[in-house]
């Protein structure tokens, strides 16, 4: 498998920019997936690697071979879309072969390859169907299964399960994660759902408008993110962000806010020496909250919904003007209205720096 | 049921009728008029009323006249060529202009200019192009030292030539279906076949004709029903001539209607182009209630699965 690199690579649509040039390696057999919101240039990015959208500036090398010259034909490369783009007039069979019979691939072995791939994917019975005859899942799976027929090297996959319900999103995100274990092959997948992100990605890139925020594993990410926007968006529910300033008091490091003074980690003192009284964002995950007070510093939060999920509830809860997010594990209703008590674990707080939202 | 839901199910029935009795009579008595006229020997100057009920006998007498079943065979060839080549020509210049590049719109524009013109015009247009001696093309030959074609004198040229004329005015109608059938395809399935490794012909080929098929049917039998009507185009630029070469259907009823004066042949004739018309409607109306019938079957299954 080739390793792919993107070299200042960027477009733009007339006058519009899309991707300011960005710097990018996707490494051998990785599962890689970008992500980010809406607008934020990962499509962009995975149709120039497709070879669906030329580059405006800058290129891509399969390992150290330039490719933009290089049509999508060329490439090496199978992709799935999100509106799976079947071919309608060709049965489920015709669909998946169409790329062998182009290649003169020998009936026998075209024959074999599809069997193999639809018995893998459950839709070994419906080779003879129509694409308009299948339900959105059923599409979805030929659509998966017309590019593992192909046996290319890089996989390319453009928000495959968006166009699914929830339920069966999470039973395709499962047979992904086992696929991505048995194939051995490059993967890019691009979606903007960070918990696909998460639960699929051997690494992840985070976008927002073009520009990549962190490339690191979910666990990375999920714990040391580099700024603030990475933050808020792995991660669910999503994080906290708090108004404070920074206060010392007997030598201890504060962060003090509207209805909350909380101690910070020490390992945080040397990197915020420079901002003390200075306006911070404090970061707080909505799992950092405890019942038991004791577990961390004190903090007394109003409830004003509780979104109750089961096992677990979400409570919307208010902190002076501040809205805070509680992941709460209790198996039965909360009462809204009252106030609180919650112990924070201070060791899991996160500080950002107001202006360049860079994680201190 | 009561005798009051029945007479709600008769509510609309009888608001409707006054403007469908309308419609039926606005719409079939001329077409009635024309199929009694087809059994009568009946001249214009006599009332319809006086004319003699000759029964079948104008139809029995065209199927064995020399002249009518050339004038027949000279309409199905002409349609036959005319509607093959604005097929081609037409599907192709779509494939070729389906890009976006600058000044393909205006390029477009004026490729749909000549169905625009009204077809008169188009066949004096014509008819001076061929003119012998002062026609921009025996003049073009002649300037390069070739002998003058004798366009609209020889029986096979003056085919030729009102073939050029009508592929001229009506490429552009198979073009524009074409061009709309194109870009409504789905850009995704272009961009599967792409990276499936086809290249620009085998997408053509694979993806793109098959899925413009439903229209190109609609246009071909649209075209076929004009291409069996036309007139105007050839009556102006050969009357029909050299001989009977170009003598098509719709010349030989009008000549027998307003030279021989025979009403009654003349509708005869107009009723067996009609029966023909309607055979292709009637197909190609079958053919849309089939895709339709097939898509609304597809889409049920696919909601139950």
């Known amino acids: 498998m080739p390793t792919i690199r993107f070299e200042q690579v960027e477009k733009s649509f007339g006058a519009v920019r899309v991707l300011p040039p960005l710097d990018l390696s996707l490494n051998d057999g990785e599962f890689t997936v970008l992500v980010g919101p809406s607008g934020c240039g990962k499509s962009t990015t995975l149709r120039i690697l497709a070879g669906l959208e030329e580059l405006s500036g800058g290129e891509i090398f399969f390992d150290e071979n330039p490719i933009s010259g290089l049509a999508s034909k060329d490439r090496d490369l199978a992709m799935v879309f999100q509106d799976y783009a079947l071919y309608p007039h060709m049965n489920i069979a015709k669909n998946m072969s169409f790329a062998l019979r182009l290649k003169k691939t020998p009936t026998a ?118 700024n ?60 950092s909250f405890s019942t038991d007070v004791k577990t961390g510093a004190p903090i007394e939060l109003r409830l004003v919904v509780s979104e109750y999920l089961g096992a677990q509830s979400t409570l919307v809860t208010k902190c002076g003007e501040a809205e805070i997010l509680v992941e709460h594990e209790s198996s039965s209703p909360m009462k809204t209205g009252g106030v609180l008590k919650f112990g924070v674990r201070t060791e899991e707080l996160m500080v950002f720096d107001k202006e360049t939202e860079r994680r201190l | 049921m009561t005798t009051a839901s029945k007479l709600n199910r008769l509510t609309p029935y009888l608001f409707l009728a006054p403007a469908v009795l309308l419609l039926a009579v ?10 009694y006229a087809s059994f009568l020997d009946w001249r214009p100057s006599q009332y319809i009323g006086e004319a003699e009920f000759v029964g079948f006998r104008n139809y029995i007498n065209l199927w064995n006249d020399e002249a009518f079943r050339e004038s027949f065979g000279v309409t199905l060839k002409f349609a036959a060529v005319v509607v093959s080549l604005e097929m081609l020509l037409g599907v192709g210049l779509a494939l070729l202009l389906d890009r976006k590049l600058r000044g393909m ?29 002062v026609g921009i093309f025996n003049r073009t030959l002649k300037s390069w030292g070739l002998d003058p074609i004798p366009w609209l004198s020889d029986g096979t040229w003056s085919f030729v030539a009102v073939v050029i004329a009508d592929v ?97 042949v003349a509708a005869a004739m107009s009723n067996y182009l009609l029966i023909l018309l309607m055979i292709l409607t009637v197909i190609m109306f079958v053919y849309n209630k089939a895709v339709e019938n097939r898509a609304a079957r597809l889409r049920a299954e696919a909601q139950e699965a």
């Open chain 1, 109 to 226: 072995e075209i024959e074999t390859k599809v069997k193999r791939v639809a018995d893998m994917l459950n839709i070994g019975h419906l080779l003879d169907r129509k694409p308009a005859e299948l339900s959105g899942g059923q599409r979805q799976r030929v659509a998966m299964g017309r590019a593992l027929v192909r046996d290319a090297s890089t996989f390319l996959f453009d928000e495959p399960l968006s166009n699914l319900d929830a339920k069966l999103r999470g039973k395709m995100r499962t047979e992904l994660a086992e696929m991505r274990d048995t194939l051995d092959k490059n993967m890019v997948y691009v979606t903007h759902d960070q918990i696909e992100a998460m639960t699929l990605g051997d690494r992840i890139v985070v976008m927002s408008e073009g520009v990549i925020q962190q490339e690191g594993t979910p666990e990375q990410l999920f714990k040391e993110p580099a």
């Open chain 1, 228 to 287: 603030k926007f990475v933050a808020g968006f792995i991660g669910s529910p999503t994080m906290n962000f708090l108004d404070a300033e920074l206060v010392s008091e007997k030598g201890k490091l504060l962060a003090r806010g509207d209805g909350f003074n909380l101690p910070l980690p020490k390992e945080l003192t040397s990197n915020l020496k420079d901002y003390s009284k200075r306006e911070i964002t404090l970061g707080v995950r909505p799992s």
């Open chain 2, 26 to 35: 606005a719409l079939l008595y001329p077409i009635g008029y024309m199929i």
């Open chain 2, 105 to 133: 719109a205006a390029l477009r524009t004026i490729f749909i200019l000549p169905m625009m013109i009204a077809p008169i015009v188009v066949g004096l247009m014509w008819r001076y192009m061929y003119h012998p001696t």
């Open chain 2, 168 to 264: 001229w005015q009506w490429t552009p109608f198979i073009f524009i279906l074409s061009l709309a059938a194109l870009q409504s395809l789905p850009q995704s399935a272009l961009e599967a076949a792409e990276l499936d490794g086809a290249t620009g012909w085998q997408k053509i080929w694979h993806i793109k004709l098959p899925l413009m098929m439903p229209v190109l049917i609609v246009a071909l039998l649209l075209r076929l029903i004009d291409a069996f009507k036309v007139l105007e185009v050839v009556l102006v630029m050969t009357n029909g001539g050299p001989g009977l070469s170009t003598e098509i259907l719709s010349l030989r009823i009008f000549r027998t209607a307003q030279e021989f004066q025979e009403l009654g």
